[in-house]
């Protein structure tokens, strides 16, 4: 993937991005306005954007650019972490564009322009495969259409304050590639939800990774620890004093920092973790706490809920 800070023949009566304020082609200052050919990239663009945090509008007029700035500053959105995604549906666009730009920066709004291109084999290929015309083919061929939509995006691309060429990467690289422009410190992590619930009762539909802790002698044949839960401190001072309870923590815990850094390369935000037992009752709600108290530990995002407790 090839980066370039600018482009060739920028409208002289535009000052360049140093002049405008601009601390480098990262977001750190400025709205971002992400645009370019359709298929390059720029819905993958936009969801890298939010999962750091921004707040990101897709497919927004460039007439109504100020409009977002101005309520985005109404509920004390950081300008910072605003982005619009504008692509060539709009009429008019390169005339909108320019002139939405113009008057965010007279106001003093801070504008950053970024731009997703690709050649025109990539982007043949990637409509292609997805089986869909190109937004302005009309009735003519796909290659038409992106034809057009290169001669209508020229001055905004040489206007661009960043352009970034998608052809030979897939979206993940594309992904990490906006984190790095825009994510300075921060790096986004894996967000997980852990859901107990009873085998008997069904699986979660939306699992990722299931934990059955059927394994562990069921409290529900103690009968002082039958009514209670296990987020009750007999239950889970039972649960967790069995033989291999901390060795499966210990585990899977290694486990899962594995598989968490792999989602997160793979550009994976969320994960949805089911740890089972029979009722949901006892052993699953007492391990899914545990689990989540060893997942925050390691700085991660954690959710516990418990799906079936109650139910019996």
């Known amino acids: 993937m090839s980066e ?12 360049p991005p140093a002049e405008r304020g601009r601390r480098g082609v990262v977001g750190d200052t400025a709205f971002v306005i992400v645009t370019g050919m359709s298929g390059a990239g720029r819905s993958t663009a936009a969801k890298a954007l939010e999962d750091l945090g921004w707040f990101v509008i897709d497919n927004l007029p460039p007439g109504m650019l100020f409009a977002m700035a101005e309520e985005a500053g109404r509920v004390k959105l950081p300008t910072d972490k605003v982005a619009a995604v504008v692509d060539v549906r709009s009429l008019a666009f390169t005339t909108d564009l320019n002139s ?8 003093g709004v801070g504008v950053r322009v970024v731009f997703l291109e690709a050649s025109d084999e990539e982007l043949v290929r990637r409509f ?3 089986r869909r015309p190109h937004p302005l083919q009309g009735e003519g061929r796909l290659v038409d259409g992106i034809a057009r939509e290169r001669g209508i995006l020229r001055e905004v691309r040489a206007n661009a304050d960043l352009v970034i060429d998608t052809s ?16 300075g410190d921060h790096r986004p992590g894996l967000r997980v939800n852990i859901v107990s619930f009873g085998f008997k009762y069904g699986l979660p539909v939306d ?14 044949w103690v009968p002082e620890l039958r009514p209670m839960t296990g987020l009750e401190t007999p ?17 899977y815990e290694e486990v899962l920092g594995v598989v968490a850094a792999g989602y997160v390369r793979e550009g994976k935000g969320y994960a949805t973790l089911a740890v089972g037992c029979t009722g949901g009752r006892h052993r699953s709600v007492a391990m899914a706490e545990q689990i989540g108290a060893r997942l925050r530990e390691r700085d991660m995002e954690v959710q516990v809920s418990h799906r079936d407790v109650g139910r019996e």
């Open 100 to 107: 939405a730009i113009e008057e965010l920066e007279a106001r």
């Open 128 to 130: 292609e495969n997805v």
């Open 4 to 15: 370039q800070t600018g482009g060739t023949g920028r409208d002289p009566s535009r000052p």
């Open 235 to 251: 239950v889970r001072e039972y649960v967790l004093s069995q033989p291999g309870a901390k060795e499966f923590l210990d585990g």
């Open 207 to 220: 699992a990722d990774l299931v934990v059955d802790c059927r394994f562990l002698p069921n409290p529900h």
């Open 168 to 183: 030979s990467h897939n979206v993940h690289e594309l992904r990490g590639k906006i984190v790095s422009f825009f994510g």
